[in-house]
């Protein structure tokens, strides 16, 4: 993933700014103030979709909590701005914020966060991201990785790797979600 060094940090409003008038690129910015950039391909953006909407639809027969895509940045405790392909935020804690924050990047971590490995990625550097997701308070962190056909979900207390399952379960942190990998990977 390239990261620019710039001569300053970049802003909030320059951050949503830059992510306006760059359909197509994803930009997040590192606790140091770097700009992460990314572009999001087709396959990404395929298998992003499929898991965002059984993140939807799980939730919309739960009603825990909101559902984010990948346009939604959220502001971590260390000053990042990160943007998941798929988020979940419980409800009271979304409620909890006020319709400023709610509007901006919301400033605080996800409850879960998906990740989808997109060519520009190394495993390496997916992994180095859902450590900070972790060190930030994010409690359930998936990476799917579509070259390897590969899920890894990483928790305060370790890391599983799921090869070629057909569903990985996401309990406790999403009661009762089951992410179907069939269909996921092509």
Known sequence: MPVLDLLRPVSDEELRALSERNPGWQFERGADGRLLVSPTGGEGGR???AVLGQL???NEAQSLGVVFDASAGFKLPDGSVLSPDAAFVRKERWLALTPEEREGFPPL?????FEV???S???EELREKA????KNGVGLVVLLDPYAHRVEVFRKEGATSYQDQEA?????????????????FL
């Open 168 to 184: 990985v379960s996401l309990d406790p942190e999403l009661p009762g979600f089951q992410l179907r990998t069939r269909g996921l």
């Open 131 to 134: 450590a900070l997701y972790l």
């Open 56 to 58: 939807y639809r799980w």
């Open 121 to 123: 990625q190394s495993v």
């Open 109 to 113: 971590a996800p409850d879960a966060a």
């Open 117 to 119: 490995r997109s060519r």
């Open 47 to 49: 298998m992003g979709a």
